[in-house]
């Protein structure tokens, strides 16, 4: 069963940092673009970075030195370090792995608060 699921979600206040995980389970991860989306209230879901071929990163241009994507083959997980965090990056964040002519895969979401 191909399944993602986050964690790692919470409140912080300004400057703080957070380390989002997704447990991914029948997923093959080079086989796949590995993302990290999000969706603030009000607005449509956007990429926040990605990982292609198990190496290559791209990064929104709004958390470009803040946050960093990294892959654990050997432990099926993808995870986002989020540093220097800001309000604006309150969201709920949603891991994804995407395939050329088959169905994205989603996890059900975790919510990051960043507020004093």
């Known amino acids: 069963q191909v399944q993602l699921v986050e964690s790692g979600g919470g409140s912080v206040q300004p400057g703080g940092s957070l380390r989002l995980s997704c447990a991914a389970s029948?997923?093959?991860?080079?086989?796949?673009?590995m993302g990290w989306y999000r969706q603030a209230p009000g607005k449509q879901r956007e990429l926040v970075a990605e990982?292609?071929?198990?190496?290559?990163?791209n990064y929104a241009e709004s958390v470009k030195g803040r946050f960093t994507i990294s892959l654990d083959s050997a432990n099926s997980a993808m995870y986002l370090q989020m540093n220097s965090l800001k309000p604006e990056d309150t969201a709920v964040y949603y891991c994804?792995?995407?395939?050329?002519?088959?169905?994205?895969?989603w996890g059900q979401g975790t919510q990051v608060t960043v507020s004093s």
């Open positions: 994804n792995a995407r395939r050329p002519n088959f169905n994205d895969v």
């Open positions: 029948g997923i093959i991860f080079r086989l796949r673009v």
């Open positions: 990982i292609i071929n198990g190496y290559t990163t």
